[in-house]
């Protein structure tokens, strides 16, 4: 405990059995093994409310970090977003226009309205 070895041990016993006397020896000994057992549990406690303590700001800080993660997120997605549908927009005008130009010439693609194609088609 405090590097003190069984022959030290036995010492401060022998020494405290002469000068404290037999009889309040027991009662001085319980009321030592309380105090450290109170010692014991304030330690504990206080060890806990460290432990708890620094469980929280880790907590906090973990939050914090996974906030900015998803503002980064959707930062760029937002970015990616944007980007996206500049080209998807610039791509669908070329498509259309060689899909335009590919198309075969037929009667039955002067109008626009493909409902109207089909009933001529049917009848």
């Known amino acids: 405990m405090f590097g003190l070895g069984m022959p030290e041990i036995l010492l401060i016993l022998a020494i405290a ?9 027991p009662e001085l000994a319980k009321t030592l093994g309380r ?5 014991k549990r304030s330690a504990q406690d206080l060890k806990r409310s ?20 998803i503002k980064e997120t959707r ?10 549908e500049t080209d998807t927009a ?3 005008e ?3 226009t060689v899909s335009d130009m590919n198309a075969p010439f ?18």
């Open 50 to 69: 460290i432990d708890m303590d620094t469980t929280l700001e880790d907590v906090k800080s973990s939050t914090t970090d996974l906030k900015n993660t």
């Open 17 to 25: 059995l002469i000068v404290i006397g037999p009889q309040k020896l």
């Open 106 to 123: 037929s009667p039955e693609n002067t109008t626009d309205d493909p409902d109207i194609d089909k009933e001529d088609k049917n009848g």
């Open 90 to 92: 610039e791509d669908s």
């Open 75 to 84: 930062h760029k997605k937002n970015d990616k977003k944007d980007s996206t």
């Open 35 to 39: 105090a450290m057992g109170e010692f």
């Open 94 to 96: 070329k498509t259309d």
